[in-house]
């Protein structure tokens, strides 16, 4: 708990009679009032007139009239049911930077996981198919999320569960087999794997024949024929060697790639306990599992074996869960997946029932989640065609050096002259950020709308907006420096200084600095880095209205500048430790 929620908590808690275990409760409940000039703090009554039987206003007059003021405290003022809480600025300020300086990168680091491990489940693309916005999306997301768990306290491990199993494999080995070409296939690789499949199952709709004989592939496949297992395997290994140079490039990587495929060879025992639990039943030739009754509304069946025998998407991921349980006992087990809720609702339903049946001391299916998003719309692709993450990454990287290029040429004197090595890093940069954050501006359900021309803006709720205010920080510090200010390697909050820090906006980004470990909570309780984005977005704003208002760097004001110096000190750690768990790196000068 930050340091100063922790004192007024206690405060509040010791008046109230309440026990030491009610004091984060009591800090978390602490809200901004609705005007500035209101206080700094507001802390809703309502919990407590219960217990002391009165109305919730009776108790903050109350609260008012019995705490004392003290050095932090300046004034408690009782507004309706909120008691309102002024702070003695100098004292607040030196207690912010303080805990931000002596924790440093720490900051915002909890320890809510207690080392308990997290399951995440994410970018899991399909070999052979269209890597679409989805994975794109979900591939975000999860980096975002694993990172924030870590912040958090948990262990992640990170698992690249890949479409290598299906129906889509006899598809795709039917067309390589009719007209596939080797040198097509050494060159173009994943390119060339999707069109061929694109192509097949084009056909098949005109023609059964195709149809039956990517069935019969399939069979051939899941039956272990060496040949057809040979195939598939080339196609799963060069598939993944893309899929990796991509993940490089986003400076990404898991703890298991292995998907579908490596879990198949375990389906068959865990259909048998289904059965032998009386958990699941045969329909039609197929086997399946009721869960309508578990979810509480109408729902298919979750589909264990099809009638022609083979495997199901539903049954491998039933399997793959057990496997996950027994092998890391985790805290969650997250599936960052989209459109596919009642895929796990039947999954995690159907494991819930073998639990009840086979009488498991915990109820770990209770711990699986699907984190769903919504779309992502507007990003330019011809409908049909694969979207690979990293002609995304390419684009956006080429636009964002043409607008560094253009805006040199508009206004040569506003930026740093970089050569050009500094160019390549720093678009490559600027167009991953652009795209991380277009993910990450609106929350995970809602659909973005993308567009290249405004995500790229290094003005407006923009990852280029986030960097440049990094950039601009650390200009600040190249100036102060050749203006002969010397930085310490680790700043103190000496009061003195902080005694200087009284204007409106330096008092806003220290209230908002304290923010900073709530949101990283709210971003891993809600499964949300948006929380992030959006503190983020603030911080950075308020952090330039300070820097248009304010002069940082006065030569014949040294203690001034040097308490400034420290704020904006404060500010970077923090936008650095942010930007960090969104995966978007920081640059000296753009
Ligand atoms: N590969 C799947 C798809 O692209 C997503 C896999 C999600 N993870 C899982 N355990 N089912 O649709």
């Known amino acids: ?66 705490i004392e003021p003290d050095s932090l405290l300046s004034r408690l003022e009782a507004q309706g049911p909120y008691l309102n809480l002024f702070l003695n600025r100098p004292e ?47 591939t975000y997301l999860g980096m975002e999320l694993a990172a924030i768990f870590e912040f958090l306290g948990y262990k992640v491990w990170r698992k690249n569960y890949l479409g290598d199993w299906g129906t889509q494999f006899g598809f795709i080995i039917y067309a390589w087999r009719t007209y ?24 098949a709709e005109d023609d059964s024949r195709v149809r039956e004989a990517a069935r019969e592939y399939f ?18 290994e060069l598939s993944l060697a893309a899929f990796k140079r991509t993940y490089d490039r986003l400076g990404i990587a898991f703890d298991s790639y292995e998907g579908e495929a490596a879990v198949n060879t375990r389906v068959a ?66 599936y960052v997946v989209a459109r596919q809720e009642d895929h796990f609702a039947q999954v995690f339903a159907a494991l819930k029932k073998l639990a009840a049946a086979e009488g498991w001391g915990v109820d770990w299916p209770e711990r699986c989640e699907n984190v769903s998003f919504g779309y992502v719309k507007g990003m330019s692709t011809r409908k049909g065609q694969a979207v690979w993450l990293d002609d995304v990454l390419d684009e956006a990287r080429d636009r964002a050096k043409a607008l560094r290029k253009h805006n ?49 803006q290094f003005e407006g709720n923009t990852g280029p907006y986030l960097q440049y205010t990094y950039a601009r920080m650390a200009g600040i510090f190249r100036k102060a420096r050749e203006n002969g200010f010397s930085l310490p390697d680790r700043w103190e909050a000496r009061a003195e200084d902080c005694a200087r820090l009284i204007s409106d906006e330096e008092w806003s980004l220290i209230l908002k600095l304290r923010l900073f470990p709530q949101a990283v909570r709210r971003a891993g309780e809600q499964r949300e880095p948006h929380e992030i984005a959006k503190y983020l977005y603030e911080l950075a704003t308020l952090f330039n209205h300070f820097y248009h208002r304010h002069k940082v760097i006065n030569p014949e004001d040294a203690r001034l500048t040097r308490a400034r110096l420290g704020l904006i000190e404060a500010v970077r750690i923090v936008l650095t430790a942010g930007l960090g768990l969104l995966g978007i790196r920081t640059l000296e000068a753009m």
């Open 180 to 203: 596939g070409e080797e040198a097509l296939l050494r060159e173009r690789t994943i390119d060339y794997l999707v069109e061929l499949y694109i192509k097949a199952n084009k056909e």
């Open 408 to 456: 040199e040429e508009v206004s040569p004197e506003r930026l740093p002259s970089l050569s050009p090595q500094e160019l390549e890093v720093v678009s490559e940069a600027v167009g991953q950020a652009a795209l991380i954050y277009a993910n990450v501006a609106a929350k995970r359900l809602s659909d973005i709308t993308f567009d290249w021309d405004k995500v790229l």
């Open 92 to 138: 607040a300020v030196r207690l912010v930077l303080d805990e931000v300086f002596t924790q440093s990168r720490d900051y915002g680091r909890q320890d809510l996981g207690r080392g308990g491990l997290i399951v995440l489940d994410y970018s899991h693309p399909n070999i052979a198919k269209p890597f679409h916005f989805g994975h794109l999306r979900s």
């Open 269 to 334: 025992p865990v259909v048998e306990r289904f059965l032998k639990a009386g958990v699941a039943r045969a329909s039609e030739g197929a086997i399946v599992v009721d869960v309508a009754d578990v979810i509480g509304r109408e729902i298919a069946p979750c589909m264990l074996r099809k009638s022609d025998g083979a495997t199901t998407y539903a049954a491998r991921d039933c399997a793959e869960a057990i496997d996950r349980w027994e092998k890391h006992r985790f805290a969650a087990n997250i």
């Open 1 to 66: 708990m930050v340091r100063i929620n922790e004192h007024l908590a206690g405060r509040l808690a010791a008046a109230l009679n309440l026990p030491d275990s009610e004091r984060e409760l009591v800090a978390r409940s602490f809200s901004l009032p609705p005007r500035p000039g209101m206080g700094d703090l507001a802390f809703p009554c309502f919990p407590y007139a219960k217990i002391l039987k009165t109305s919730p206003a009776a108790v903050a007059q109350r609260l008012a009239g019995q």
């Open 219 to 236: 069979r051939r496949l899941e039956e272990g024929d060496p040949e057809i297992v040979a195939l598939w395997s080339r196609f799963r």
